[in-house]
């Protein structure tokens, strides 16, 4: 499908069940900051839009990508969480490195929700270049800060309803 001009972060046709009784954990790379903290404040700003109380959001910062994994598992640990989104930005390079980061990261956090029986919610972006990055941390694509906040808020809920 293609994306030219479209903003992927439209969830009017979905029905986004409350965040009130949740608990996330929000971790964000510091590396390409500009976009990272555009992400986070998209997820942020749309937990509490569907109503998450700002005392049962917690934030952490990590160095880069990478780091998301270790800081997943530490924040799952503590069995506080109904749902963990991890934010950050990977911009392809000269070399090689980009595409062993993506994969670690990309498998880390699938390995770690998978170890917890929690969601963690993959809103790391790959991009090309930093303008397609800015594209999607609130430019003409959206911002995939709010689908993860979306995201972590369905995963909550469906959890949670299994549960119960």
Known sequence: MATHLKNLSDFSNLEIPT??????????SQW????????????????????AAEENIITIQVPGSFELISAADMLLTSRQFNAVICLGCVIQGETRHF??????VANGISNVSIKHNKP??????????LQQALDRAGGVHGNKGEEAGVTAIQMAHIQHSLVV
């Open 120 to 129: 963690v919610i993959f809103g790391v972006l790959t991009t090309d270049n």
């Open 99 to 104: 595409d062993f980061i993506c994969d670690a």
């Open 19 to 28: 965040a009130k009784n949740y608990r996330f954990g929000i971790i964000v």
């Open 32 to 51: 390409n900051d500009e976009v990272t903290n555009a992400l986070y404040r998209g997820a942020y700003d749309t937990l509490l839009k569907y109503e």
